[in-house]
């Protein structure tokens, strides 16, 4: 009896050490592991990077409207790409400039900003209907042309195109 129960823990493929089919196994389930491991680091940074735009262009849109509470034209002429060789742009920012229920005095807020790019996966361009205020002061309403360019692996980038005199309060973009 001993002679074969030696002969089947000899025969056992669990017993087997490097080289033999125990090994193998473990060295592809590591494998595997570290490729699930890469494979979400991977799917989380793109994810991450998407997810980005969105306060990119939130960004953009703050210190634009900043710079129009402020009645600083030049610094809403460098916000809006392409705007100083446009004159009716010029002029747009200009009127907004000097518009009294725009220019304010305190920190901006956002109340709401409804962006037809919003998580666009490539390029897009649209009206963002951007809503904000100064505490203690009326919400004003407005449209700014966004455009989205790039993708989700290369980068998004955010350029914005015009921005509207005060629409009502509840209006569409």
Known sequence: MRGGAGRRARCDPRRRD???????????????????????IAISGLLARFLSTENTERDADLALVEAEA???????????????TSPSCVAGVRANAGNPRLVRKGT??????TS??????????GRTRLAW???GTLPVVQCVGVRR?????????????????????????
Request: contains cysteine; positive net charge; hydrophobic residues 45%.
């Open 18 to 40: 490097a080289g033999g089919v125990r090994a193998s196994g473990a060295l592809r389930r590591r494998v595997l592991i570290i490729v699930g491991v890469l494979l979400f």
């Open 70 to 84: 402020k009645g600083d034209v030049n610094g809403m002429l460098d916000r809006i790409s392409g705007c100083r």
């Open 108 to 113: 901006v807020k956002i109340l709401q900003l």
């Open 116 to 125: 037809p790019t919003a998580y666009a996966l490539s390029g897009a361009s």
């Open 133 to 135: 205020t100064v505490i």
């Open 149 to 173: 360019g790039g993708n989700v692996l290369t980068g998004m980038t955010i350029t914005i195109e015009s921005l509207s005199a005060p629409i009502p309060n509840e209006g569409d973009c």
